[in-house]
């Protein structure tokens, strides 16, 4: 184990302003973090699915969010704020069983140490009813937040059944970037990717090119989101795109089977696949990174 | 004078038969075209196209009529840049000429419920 919490793999992106860690940090791990004003990091985590039940994908289904939680709080230093990009909870068509999962979310991760959640929503908490529920739990659909000089902006792609950012939100979008300075630091959360990773596994948002060309102008653009269920990276332009794990269930890679399906649970290697990840931003640099963990059996 | 009539009667008869058989040809070519476009209802419904495996022909036109059993529900078709809003009591056609031979997906494109992911089909275009 101390060897695991010794090595980080590094691979560095060409011209993407961020560098990948890849596991191999333990929660234990000392991480002598800067604290300069230009520096800061944070936690995301995504497509926790509160609710899902399927014991040949996850038979610690009940356990896996609250195990990341745990994770969370040990860290050796706490993150500025926490973000959930999207899908907290599993969809479905009770109105009731809907609230009680994301009551049911919201006190799990009350448990946070850190105070300052961001919550969006994924389309398994928004789709069905076109976001009425979430807002009732965790407010605005798409909104922005400001973060030691990083502006953060938060993308609905999802309460669209249509997978659509809108032209309302569009315009939302262009009318604070046109406040922004060009080169300020922007980070956009969102759930689906905005580029067309898959579209045949609903591995895109309708108008996302749209969202993307809005953001072209800016040179200091990082785009952070979940909904794939696996670590990727991806450049449009300038604009680096990275995918987190989920939470309850691993996918398979785009394309590598004819049907994407959930990849089953693994005893031999429990929870593989599934995890969090900290960005540290370097703030002067536009530059972030990224360090993901796993969640294992002794969190 | 009487043959020469009777040469005339003839000849309008065998234009006539000529004009006739031609017709029936062409209303006979029209109904192998006719016959040779395939229309094919598919049905959505939480959360399955029914049927959701459809083989067709290459270069015969096809005629897609979608329809919905319950709620919203998207039909696309991505190689053949197709795809549809369906609706419960509303059908909706999409005429196509499959140019390729291959088996393409379809997929709901709407987000449905639980089992929108599993929410597709197989189109198998023959030579």
């Given amino acids: 184990m101390k060897d695991l919490m ?3 793999d590094l691979l560095k992106l060409g011209g993407m302003g961020v560098a990948v860690f890849v596991s191999g940090t333990t929660l234990a791990a000392g991480r002598g973090r800067r604290k300069e004003s230009e520096s800061f990091y944070f936690v995301q985590l995504s497509d926790t699915h509160w609710g899902f039940s399927g014991p040949n994908i996850n038979p610690d289904s009940e356990g896996t969010l609250k195990k990341a939680v745990a ?3 040990a860290l050796d230093e706490q ?4 973000v959930f990009t999207g899908d907290l909870t599993q969809t479905t068509d009770d109105r009731k069983i809907r609230r009680d999962r994301m009551a049911e979310f919201r006190d799990i991760v009350s448990q946070l140490k850190v105070k300052t959640v961001r919550f969006m929503a994924g389309e398994h908490d928004a789709s069905l009813d076109r976001g009425e529920a979430y807002q009732e739990f965790f407010g605005d659909l798409h909104y922005t937040f400001d973060h030691n000089g990083v502006h953060f902006i938060v993308l609905d792609n999802v309460s669209d059944p249509m997978a659509a950012v809108g032209e309302q939100q569009l315009r939302w979008l262009q009318a604070d970037l046109k406040q922004m300075k060009k080169d300020a630091r922007i980070v956009v959360l969102t759930h689906r990717p905005l580029f067309d990773l898959a579209p045949d596994w609903d591995w895109a948002t309708r108008d ?3 969202v993307i060309d809005a953001l072209m102008p800016h040179p200091n653009v990082t785009v952070l989101y979940g909904h794939i269920h696996q670590e990727h990276h991806h450049m449009t332009g300038h604009i680096a795109h990275h995918a987190a794990k989920s939470l309850m269930w691993a996918l398979p890679e785009p394309g590598s089977i004819p049907k994407k399906a959930q990849i089953p649970w693994n005893s031999s290697e429990p929870y593989k696949g599934l995890g969090f990840r900290d960005v540290e931003a370097e703030v002067a640099e536009a530059r972030y990174e990224i360090n993901e963990f796993p969640i294992g059996r002794a969190q | 004078m009487k043959i020469t009539k009777f040469v005339n009667y003839a000849l309008a008869a065998a234009v006539l038969v ?5 017709q ?8 192998e075209i006719s016959n040779d476009e395939q229309i094919i209802r598919i049905s959505a419904s939480t959360f399955e196209f029914n049927p959701s495996e459809i083989t067709v022909k290459k270069g015969v036109p096809v005629t ?3 329809v919905s059993q319950d709620r919203h529900h998207g039909f696309k078709l991505p190689e053949f840049h197709l795809r549809a809003d369906i ?3 509303v059908v909706e056609k999409l005429r196509f000429i499959p140019d390729k031979a291959g088996t393409f997906t379809f997929f709901c494109d709407v987000f449905c419920g639980d089992g929108h992911e599993d929410m597709s089909g197989t189109l198998k275009v023959v030579e």
Avoid: M
Wanted: glycine share 6%; aromatic share 6%; proline share 3%.
């Fill in chain 1, 6 to 8: 010794n090595r980080r």
């Fill in chain 1, 71 to 73: 994770a969370v709080n």
């Fill in chain 1, 79 to 82: 993150p500025d704020f926490i």
């Fill in chain 1, 208 to 210: 996302g090119s749209a």
């Fill in chain 2, 18 to 22: 000529f004009l006739l058989l031609q």
């Fill in chain 2, 24 to 31: 029936t040809a062409i209303q006979s070519s029209a109904k």
């Fill in chain 2, 64 to 66: 897609l009529e979608l």
């Fill in chain 2, 87 to 89: 609706k419960a009591g």
